[in-house]
């Protein structure tokens, strides 16, 4: 199929999987899009990272020229639904839910109904928080043990065997320890977009994210040299060069990765739900 129009003529369900919530409403739209396309028994299943007030314009707009809409966000990694092991967070009509849970089922080990349109994303960006959150604790208390020569292998098993274990240890904490950035689970710039929808919704909750404004001070400064393709693991590479820990310079293809370092800045303070919030870094 050339058009997405095409694409809804012959599918009953169709799923998009894009950048942004921008390019999901052109996609759905615009001349040739979804819309203009769809069958009578078409549900369109988001599961692009956006907004939830995006899901929930969009899912609007799609009813009002009959078409389903159920926001499908995933948590996974690409590896993991490769295997069948995604969370589907559904936000939509448990009735349109019900007739594309076996296609969500045919990729997801869980598929769970958490409200209205927009409530798919707004859960999953909480768990997106979280597991940053988990990471980010990781990375600083195994820099931390490297300043005190702990053996870090060692530390990494403790941790994995102790109340503080989050499955972010599993999934990068052999990465830090290694170095090992290429054949990223997710990359610094993808967290970089996804933190910035986290500010934004905590921004317009009054919500104050004071860890995600912290760690994102971080991540501008591993996108400022030249990281932004390697794996959210790197990330402890900014804190060892913070703490003064010389060591391997991350083995990425980025073309700034050989330029002089750059350190981060404190970040302003931040006022619960102020702009500061969503700018930090």
């Known amino acids: 199929a050339d058009r997405p129009a095409e694409v809804a003529g012959r599918c009953p369900v169709v799923i998009l999987s894009l950048p942004g919530g921008q390019i999901s409403r ?15 028994d078409t549900i369109l299943l988001e599961t692009s990272t956006v907004l939830p007030e995006d899901a929930e314009t969009l899912g609007a707009e799609l009813a009002a020229g009959g078409i389903g809409f159920c926001d499908a966000a995933l948590s996974a990694s690409s590896d993991m639904v490769a295997r069948g092991e995604t969370l589907a967070m559904v936000g939509g009509d448990p009735g349109t839910l019900s007739r594309v849970e076996p296609v969500l089922r045919a990729f997801c080990r869980e598929v769970r109904h958490v409200g209205g349109h927009g409530d798919g994303m707004r859960a999953k960006l909480v768990v997106n928080y979280v597991l940053a959150m988990n990471r980010f604790a990781m990375a600083e208390g195994l820099v931390l043990a490297e300043k005190m020569a ?14 503080a274990f989050s ?3 599993n999934m990068w904490g052999q990465r830090m320890i290694d170095h090992r950035y290429t054949e990223p689970i997710s990359r610094i710039r993808m967290h970089n977009k996804d933190a910035e929808l986290m500010l934004e919704l905590g921004r317009r909750h009054g919500a104050p994210l004071f860890g995600m404004a912290q760690l994102n001070t971080l991540v501008q400064v591993a996108l400022a040299n030249g990281w932004g393709e390697s794996d959210n693991s790197v990330i402890i590479e900014v804190l060892r060069r913070a703490a003064g820990i010389a060591g391997e310079v991350p083995d990425v293809t980025a073309r700034r990765s050989r330029e002089p370092w750059r350190a981060p800045r404190s970040p302003p303070p931040a006022a619960p739900g102020g702009p500061d919030t969503r700018e930090a870094g």
């Open 26 to 40: 052109s996609v759905c739209l615009d001349a040739g899009g979804v819309l203009e396309g769809a069958r009578r």
């Open 150 to 163: 702990l053996d870090l292998e060692q530390m990494l098993a403790v941790l994995r065997s102790s109340a």
């Open 167 to 169: 499955t972010a240890m």
